[in-house]
């Protein structure tokens, strides 16, 4: 366990990150999260988190709250996009906990809340780090620096902490961007259709994901996984528009063209994907999350897996302390491989749940009920 004097610190305060910080804080180490983002913003975009996660959001006394701000479906539906008829209903209901779908802004406010006041740190953009073999020196590009004994990197898929480890390597565009929008409850009324709660309609070459992100129901949310053979922009994110939708939806179901008819405002994201790493950590640095297995979004579950990355290492290092971070690491990396490489497969050729199926394996997980493997052994 901890002596109270080594440092940890966590590069980036996404979904993964600041999640770390607080199991790690609740479980005594002395950490604190660094993000290069100038203040909190609440991006407009949905998030699935299943079962699997909310175990975890209950060790951390944030899983009510979670659930208080979110929709609860009691089913995914997967539906033919053109007939609209059903080829699965999966029932969300007996994994152990929760499934939720939520704003991501909101809740990502819910686990930045939940670190010790004072140590999440805004406009600390990573520079470069220097491990030394006794320590590393992290230095920002605001010209500030500081030491921790060890390093996190959670820093997302073009992860400056990976790149320390890997060298410089671009992530590989998929084929694929997804359309993000919010539609006001408000103005689906008019529509004689019934929305469900939980539903992705299916193409032979794309889909169309739809959730509420509200408790209250009052906004519903779209993402899509369309073809699109380049991603010619520098931002991680570009303009879209409802003719853009409509062309790209074109003789699809009449709930979709619906959606589209009621979209005000529509954005277009490239999804890029790694093959898996050879090595999770070097010396005093280790990945988690997007940092180490980015995948294409179509399970919903890639900040699941940053998630449970973020529980299953500090488990590994209660079991060590802070001093044996190379056991520590191993374990970790031991005890989470197989699960996020066989997600992040079947997560790019995007069959999940397509076809009636028993989802247990992802949300009836429970990462602390699993028992540590040990890197012999495995
Ligand atoms: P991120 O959440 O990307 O966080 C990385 C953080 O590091 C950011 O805050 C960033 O600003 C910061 N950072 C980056 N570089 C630096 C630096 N140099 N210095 C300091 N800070 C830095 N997953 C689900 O589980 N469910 C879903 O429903 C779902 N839907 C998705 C839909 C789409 C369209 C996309 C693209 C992804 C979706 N995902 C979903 C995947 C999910 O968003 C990611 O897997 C998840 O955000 C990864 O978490 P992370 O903490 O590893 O990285």
Known sequence: MSNGKEKIAIIGAGLGGAVAGTLL????????????????????????????????????????????????????FSRDGITGEYTARVPLEGYGHTYCTVHRGDLQAIQCDALQPGTLHFGKKLARLDDNGTDVLIEFEDGTSVRADIV?????INSRVRETLLGEEKPNYSGWVGHRALISSDKLKKYDL??????????????????????????????????????????????SSRDEMAASFEGYHPIIQALIESTDEVTKWPLFNRNPLPLWSKGRLVLLGDACHPMKPHMAQGAAMAIEDAAMLT????????????????????????????????????????EQEDPAWVYGYDIYAESLKSETAA
Request: hydrophobic share 35%; glycine share 8%.
């Open 25 to 76: 804080q609740h479980a005594g180490f002395d950490v604190n999260v660094y993000e290069q983002a100038p203040a909190f913003s609440r991006l407009g975009a949905g998030i699935h988190m299943g079962p699997n996660v909310l175990k975890i959001f209950e060790r951390i006394g944030v899983d009510k709250k979670v659930i208080g701000i979110s929709s609860t479906p009691s089913h995914w």
């Open 152 to 156: 996190i990197g959670a820093d997302g």
């Open 194 to 239: 019934t929305f469900e709660d939980c539903v992705k309609w299916w193409g032979p070459d794309r889909h169309m994901m739809v959730y509420y992100t509200t408790a209250r129901r009052d906004e519903y949310y779209y993402v899509t996984g369309v073809p699109h053979p380049a991603w010619e922009f520098d931002s991680a994110f570009v303009d």
């Open 315 to 354: 488990r590994c290092l209660q079991e060590t302390g802070v001093i044996d971070f190379r056991t520590a690491f191993g374990l970790y990396e031991t005890n989470r491989r197989d699960r996020a490489t066989r997600v992040q497969s079947v997560s790019n050729a995007n069959t999940f749940l397509l």
